[in-house]
């Protein structure tokens, strides 16, 4: 992956139309790279209306259902770590498309946990996702505690 990409739904979406031309107008979409999403949406409202879905660009996609929470409350769903697991396998299928699009409500915690977390994944620095905003870190302390458990039992 050349880049990862944190947005908010309506960003996320936005980027995908980019993609978009008219038939016989290919010249005519602003961008051509592939891209893998992760979409991250909230369970009280059952997600919000969009699905992704894999096409000649968009490689992949992962649709997660957890709301933006750092410990268990009644009636929302808090992050597992069968979920972290499931993100770090997407990242791990899909290094190779060009973009990894990871989008949420608003960009700036959920998605931004992720994404930092998969650029230190894939070797690149995160602390920019750390400094412009606050990751939601039960999000990001998952995905690191599954990844390192997951290094440990694949030494053995």
């Given at each position: 992956m050349k880049r990862v990409m944190v947005r908010s739904v309506f960003d996320a979406f936005e980027y995908v139309m980019d993609h978009y031309?008219?038939?016989?107008?290919e010249d005519e979409a602003v961008r051509s790279d592939t891209y893998a999403v992760i979409s991250i949406q909230d369970t009280h409202?059952?997600?919000?209306?969009?699905?992704f879905t894999p096409n000649q660009h968009c490689r992949d996609v992962l649709t997660l259902y957890f709301d933006d929470i750092v410990r268990e409350v009644e009636?929302?769903?808090?992050?597992?770590?069968?979920?972290?697991?499931?993100i770090i396998d997407f990242i791990k299928k899909n290094r190779e498309a060009d973009t990894l699009l990871i989008h949420c409500y608003a960009g700036q915690s959920r998605s931004r946990a992720v994404g930092a977390f998969a650029l230190k994944m894939l070797g690149g620095d995160n602390s920019r996702y750390?400094?412009?905003?606050?990751?939601?870190m039960h999000v990001y302390e998952t995905?690191?505690?599954?990844?390192?458990?997951?290094?440990?039992?694949?030494?053995?």
């Amino acid at each position: 992956m050349k880049r990862v990409m944190v947005r908010s739904v309506f960003d996320a979406f936005e980027y995908v139309m980019d993609h978009y031309y008219p038939a016989g107008l290919e010249d005519e979409a602003v961008r051509s790279d592939t891209y893998a999403v992760i979409s991250i949406q909230d369970t009280h409202t059952g997600g919000f209306g969009i699905a992704f879905t894999p096409n000649q660009h968009c490689r992949d996609v992962l649709t997660l259902y957890f709301d933006d929470i750092v410990r268990e409350v009644e009636g929302a769903v808090l992050f597992t770590e069968e979920m972290a697991k499931q993100i770090i396998d997407f990242i791990k299928k899909n290094r190779e498309a060009d973009t990894l699009l990871i989008h949420c409500y608003a960009g700036q915690s959920r998605s931004r946990a992720v994404g930092a977390f998969a650029l230190k994944m894939l070797g690149g620095d995160n602390s920019r996702y750390f400094t412009q905003a606050n990751p939601n870190m039960h999000v990001y302390e998952t995905l690191e505690k599954v990844w390192r458990q997951d290094s440990v039992q694949g030494d053995e």
